[in-house]
Structure formats: C-alpha cells, structure tokens
C-alpha cells in the first residue's frame, strides 16, 4: 500500500545527493563533521519520524561511487522523488548551451536507469543566483525536462549539507 504524505504543500528537498566533485567551502566544512552520505542518513531519518517525504536531486557523477549510499535509497525509493541535480556539481551558466545539454542528457539517463524512475524536473546547482544565461528552459524542453520548481507547491524548502 502506498503511503500518504499529509505534507505535499510544502516542498522539502534534498540537494547534492551522491555528490563527488566540486565542492564549495561549506561542503568541504561540512565534511568535518561528517561525510555526505551520514548527513544524509540523518536528515532522512528526520524526515521518516516525522512521515515527510522528499526530493532527492541527484549529481550523476556519484552513482558508481557510493554503491552503500545507492543502495539506502533504491530500498527506500518509495519515500522519495528522485531528480536531476546535473552531472556534477557545474557552474552550468559557465556552460554553452550545447555541452549543458549533453551534460544533463548523459546524467538524466544514468539516474533512470540507475534508480529505474523517469526524471521530470532538473534543479540547477547553485541556486537562482547561477541560472544559466542560455535558454535553460528550451534545454529542458528538448530533455524532456521541467525547470526547477514551478509550480505544484505552497512553500518550497530545501536541505544542504
């Protein structure tokens, strides 16, 4: 049986899940505490005590080298919804249109076959401040893709590490 979500007007995201490369200063700051895969499992515990489901937007270049991490959210797909982060974590605005393009196609493809879900939406990295100044949206349209969070949601929250 499927479970209820009583929260689905608030968004809660996950962001940089799997992630391997480029890391920020906080990133890096944070993995003085933990590595990315614990702070996960903690924020996920968090969000099952409480019945919340979330996103997970996933970076491609980590599905080879987290198998444990891999295998923790395939058993517990059905918690979550499972999108495109990128490939790594890019500066895609530094990007042309056309290597964005393939960078996100390759990691749309490896996230569905790896967690067999069909990707809907791509969430930039970086936040707004880095959208891309090529037509990310026509991007997205030839990936099949929505952008971002438009639409759907009352209040739109997300979790760094």
Not at 32 to 51: A, C, I, Q, T, V
Not at 68 to 90: A, C, D, F, P, V
Request: charge should be neutral; aromatic fraction near 18%; include cysteine.
């Amino acid at each position: 049986m499927e479970t209820e979500y009583p929260c689905k007007q608030v968004e809660i995201r996950c962001d940089d899940v799997l992630l391997l490369n480029n890391l920020t200063g906080s990133m890096k700051n944070s993995l003085r505490y933990n590595s990315f895969f614990g702070h996960f499992l903690l924020f996920d515990k968090f969000l099952e005590d409480h019945n919340l489901y979330c996103i997970l937007t996933v970076m491609a270049e980590g599905i080879a080298a987290y198998p444990e991490w891999m295998q923790y959210i395939k058993l517990r797909k059905n918690r979550y919804t499972i999108e495109l982060h990128g490939y790594s974590h890019y500066y895609y605005k530094g990007m042309s249109e056309e290597e964005a393009y393939q960078s996100l196609s390759t990691a749309r493809d490896m996230i569905e076959k790896a967690f067999d879900v069909k990707v809907t939406r791509w969430y930039v990295p970086f936040g707004r401040l880095s959208f891309p100044e090529w037509d990310y949206l026509k991007v997205c349209e030839r990936l099949g893709l929505k952008f971002h969070t438009r639409g759907g949601t009352t209040m739109h929250r997300y979790f760094h590490y």
